[in-house]
């Protein structure tokens, strides 16, 4: 089992809809999480980060954790072309003494 | 301004010349963190350190090399570079040397290994 596991994708979604990324982890120690954007050929940049369980709100974004279920997820609302990209979800978990485990990405497809 | 800068961007070579990727950032980040990203695997740790001469392995080690002198750099050594070793680095750094806090990354440096 991977420690980090995200769906590959494509996930396409409709511009304006709500577009929803899980990401599930096997270290139940872990104690922060994040989820990064990619876009093609360029660097990961935060999108937001997250650390309790429950909601955490940015503008259009929204971080879930559940760490009894070993998830967190990204909503992201009202879907804009410009978020088509891949999404990384990374780990710091608590038995890798800050080692960080990324998922191997999620790629949005945002149509018009 | 806030950056990560790696050097060399990008850089075709061939199986066992030694090189260096320069990582510097000017943040006063305590952790720093060596990736390797190919396609279908994502984001693989290589090495990370927590703060000047503290260092340890992330997930795929073999063949490199690290060293923390100084808090602003963390360069990464391939002593004996082979074609496996074909990919895109980034460098990262964050402000706690736990890996709590989130990262800034480089703008990425792509090699070649012949």
């Known amino acids: 089992q991977k420690e980090v596991e995200q769906n590959s994708g494509p996930l396409s979604v409709p511009e304006g809809a709500i577009a929803s990324l899980n990401c599930t982890y096997s270290?139940?120690?872990?104690?922060?999480f994040f989820w990064y954007r990619q876009y093609s050929g360029k660097s990961p940049e935060l999108i937001m980060f997250i650390y309790s369980n429950g909601d955490k709100e940015d503008g259009r974004f929204t971080a879930q954790l559940n760490k009894a279920s070993q998830y967190v997820s990204l909503l992201i609302r009202d879907s804009q072309p410009s978020d088509s990209a891949t999404y990384l979800c990374?780990?710091?978990?608590?038995?890798?003494?800050?080692?960080?485990?990324f998922g191997s990405g999620t790629r949005l497809s945002i149509r018009p | 301004e806030a950056q990560v800068t790696q050097n060399p961007r990008y850089l075709i070579t061939v199986t066992g010349k030694k090189l260096t990727v320069t990582c510097s950032q000017n943040m006063n980040h305590e952790y720093m963190s060596w990736y390797r990203q190919d396609p279908g695997l994502g984001l693989r740790q290589i090495y990370y350190?927590?703060?000047?001469?503290?260092?340890d392995k992330g997930d795929v080690p073999e063949g490199y090399k690290v060293s923390r002198k100084e808090k602003r750099n963390f360069p990464l050594i391939l002593e004996s570079p082979s074609p496996n070793q074909t990919s895109l680095y980034f460098c990262a750094s964050s402000l706690a040397g736990d890996g709590n806090q989130p990262q800034h990354f480089g703008d990425g440096t792509r090699l070649s290994i012949l």
């Open positions: 350190s927590m703060n000047v001469e503290v260092t």
């Open positions: 270290d139940r120690g872990s104690q922060s």
């Open positions: 990374a780990v710091n978990g608590w038995s890798s003494a800050s080692k960080i485990i």
